[in-house]
């Protein structure tokens, strides 16, 4: 690990985000493209910044960070994770607030499998009484 460089990983759904962080001007990089470029949406703009607003960090650290699998919202769910564990490394104070905002808590949620003799992990082909 270089020198004032702090590493996390988080995941979510299929998603894994390694995220490593240090002192800078708040530039955040997402598979070597901007925030925006690669996110595209707003509202998952927002999920990722929102470690650096409770902790009261933003513009402060720059991220780099590396995701892998899943769609765009897991993706996200995965980067928040991870920038919140590598606020924690930084400064321990932070453990509080970003687990009060649930940041700090990995989502266990996971795709359903599909059963066989049906056509999803649910739903079941149509019923004829005749």
Not at 38 to 53: K, N, S
Not at 92 to 103: I, T, V, W, Y
């Amino acid at each position: 690990m270089k020198e004032n460089m702090y590493y996390a990983t988080g995941r979510r759904k299929e998603s894994v985000a390694r995220v490593w962080l240090k002192a800078g001007s708040g530039q955040i990089k997402v598979n070597s493209q901007n925030l925006l470029e690669y996110f595209r949406r707003p509202t998952l703009e927002m999920i990722i910044h929102q470690p650096f607003v409770v902790t009261e960090t933003e513009g402060r650290f720059d991220a780099n960070i590396t995701v892998r699998g899943g769609g765009l919202t897991g993706q996200a769910g995965a980067t928040l994770l991870g920038i919140s564990r590598a606020l924690v490394q930084i400064n321990e104070d932070h453990k509080k607030s970003l687990r009060a905002a649930g940041f700090l808590t990995r989502d266990p949620r996971e795709k359903e499998r599909k059963k066989y003799g049906q056509p999803g992990a649910r739903k079941r082909f149509q019923f004829s009484k005749r």
